[in-house]
């Protein structure tokens, strides 16, 4: 059986993969040490500020979170034709098949895999629920560090109630990243050991492979 390369992923949607994943291991980290630190504000002989420092590389991590976050939702609207969201809802003939082939597949119902050059369609969806709470986690995050902002004094009050209210969802939602995360790197590594797109490296190339048809 031959295979032919094909572009896949632009260099903006590597990007944004390598940014988000990077980010949220350093939100995740400060974070926990930010909700229980287990050091004095100040260490006793030293000039040294560590919980200072944590909330600090915290808010850059959060910054380049952000960022990641918009560049997705971009390549959602303006993106190439696998990176588009269209292309990863259940809402065409093509993508309820695959959804479907999917779930018998993960669920070792079936060993029949359908060879699509984006995203299957339940990684889609989970990938496109991801990002909606990491616009919540965002906009709790923001509302946080800005409270006095005119903005968050209106809409942050109104999504969350207080502050309180917004860092228990902050730090709820974590919990989804972990567990995504988890999975996540479970059935990309699951997929490419059962596929022959080469999916991993195709997250650094931007390429995967393709059935050639003769």
């Known amino acids: 059986m031959t295979y032919e390369k094909q572009k896949c992923w632009s260099i903006l949607l590597r990007l944004y993969h390598w940014s988000f994943a990077l980010s949220i291991v350093f939100l995740?980290?400060?974070g926990i040490y930010i909700n229980f630190p287990w050091s004095n504000t100040l260490q006793l002989g030293t000039g040294s500020f560590p919980v200072a420092w944590v909330r600090y590389v915290h808010f850059v991590a959060g910054y380049v979170f952000t960022a990641a976050v918009l560049a997705r939702i971009f390549l959602y609207i303006f993106g190439n034709a696998q990176e588009r969201i269209?292309?990863?809802?259940?809402?065409?003939?093509?993508?309820?098949?695959?959804?479907?082939?999917?779930?018998?597949?993960?669920?070792?119902?079936?060993?029949e895999h359908d060879e699509r050059l984006g995203h299957n369609v339940l990684a889609g969806c989970t990938y496109i629920i991801t990002i909606i709470a990491a616009v919540f986690q965002l906009v709790s995050g923001f509302f946080m560090l800005f409270p006095?902002?005119?903005?968050?004094?209106?809409?942050?009050?109104?999504?969350?109630?207080?502050?309180?209210?917004?860092?228990?969802?902050?730090?709820?939602?974590?919990?989804?990243?972990?567990?995504?995360?988890?999975?996540?790197?479970?059935?990309?590594?699951?997929?490419?050991?059962?596929?022959?797109?080469?999916?991993?490296?195709?997250?650094?190339?931007?390429?995967?492979?393709?059935?050639?048809k003769a």
């Open 86 to 111: 269209t292309d990863c809802l259940p809402i065409s003939g093509r993508n309820i098949r695959n959804l479907i082939k999917t779930l018998l597949q993960y669920s070792y119902i079936s060993d």
């Open 28 to 30: 995740v980290a400060t």
């Open 148 to 212: 006095e902002a005119h903005i968050w004094q209106s809409w942050g009050v109104t999504l969350f109630g207080n502050q309180q209210e917004a860092r228990f969802i902050h730090h709820l939602l974590m919990w989804w990243f972990l567990i995504f995360a988890v999975i996540h790197i479970y059935l990309v590594i699951w997929n490419d050991v059962n596929g022959p797109e080469g999916l991993v490296s195709s997250i650094f190339t931007g390429d995967k492979f393709k059935h050639k």
